[in-house]
């Protein structure tokens, strides 16, 4: 069955960084086009960044944008998001899918959280 495995959040001061991972298994993570997504709390989940099967197309929320990387490993199955210059505004609970469209593929996995607090 499909996992989704999110790691790297921890607790970090404004204008900290921090890398995310999210591993992946049961599809073919080589051809799907995969995304990072955040839930703040009482908010809904916000798409953060996506990119392309192979790496070579990146997008990112105009929130983030400059500041964030989404990037992969196709051989290890594990999409990635490096976070740098982060602010309050930016403490939620990341989680990555695979997407098809604006359309999440599968069940989320537990996300992993991040605070940003001084």
């Known amino acids: 069955q499909v996992q989704l495995v999110e790691s790297g959040g921890g607790l970090v001061q404004p204008g900290g960084s921090l890398r995310l991972s999210c591993v992946a298994s049961?599809?073919?993570?080589?051809?799907?086009?995969m995304s990072w997504y955040r839930q703040a709390p009482g908010t809904g989940r916000e798409l953060v960044a996506g990119?392309?099967?192979?790496?070579?197309?990146?997008s990112y929320a105009d929130s983030v944008k400059g500041r964030f990387t989404i990037s992969r490993d196709n051989a290890k199955n594990i999409v990635y998001l490096q976070m740098n210059s982060l602010n309050h505004e930016d403490t939620a609970v990341y989680y990555c899918?695979?997407?098809?469209?604006?359309?999440?593929?599968?069940?989320w996995g537990q996300g992993t959280l991040v605070t940003v607090s001084s």
């Open positions: 990119i392309s099967s192979t790496g070579g197309r990146t």
């Open positions: 049961g599809f073919t993570f080589s051809s799907a086009t």
């Open positions: 899918n695979a997407v098809q469209g604006s359309r999440a593929l599968y069940a």
